[in-house]
């Protein structure tokens, strides 16, 4: 079992910046997958980014590259989110969720092939 925590969301201004933090515990093995969920009022859950422990490969929706990165610290089993010209658009509960392995192709984008999930942070941009 896998135990995620999230932290680092809040209030910001258009343009601003954020990072969020994912705490991965309880699991003797760290999962090979991580990733960043998000879910806007009224939406589904999309895929964010993505992250594998080993290799490093790393992965963004599109609308988020060059704006947004993944980042892990291996010594501390922590992800990272760091989130610059931040968007009204981008108001949401952001979910780290993480997978015992890595997916083939582009299934890092399905949420329902994770594993374990936070209980996720929100992040409210305003205009």
């Known amino acids: 079992q896998v135990r995620l925590v999230e932290s680092g969301g809040g209030l910001v201004q258009t343009g601003g910046s954020l990072r969020l933090s994912c705490a991965a515990s309880?699991?003797?093995?760290?999962?090979?997958?991580m990733g960043w969920f998000r879910q806007a009022p009224g939406k589904e859950r999309e895929f964010v980014a993505a992250?594998?422990?080993?290799?490093?490969?790393?992965y963004y929706l599109d609308s988020v590259k060059g704006r947004f990165t993944i980042s892990r610290d291996n010594a501390k089993n922590m992800v990272y989110l760091q989130m610059n010209s931040l968007k009204p658009e981008d108001t949401a509960v952001y979910y780290c969720a993480a997978n015992s392995e890595i997916f083939a192709g582009s299934n890092y984008r399905r949420e329902d092939l994770y594993n374990y999930w936070g209980q996720g942070t929100q992040v409210t941009v305003s205009s």
């Open positions: 309880g699991q003797t093995s760290r999962p090979d997958a």
């Open positions: 992250i594998y422990w080993r290799g490093g490969n790393i």
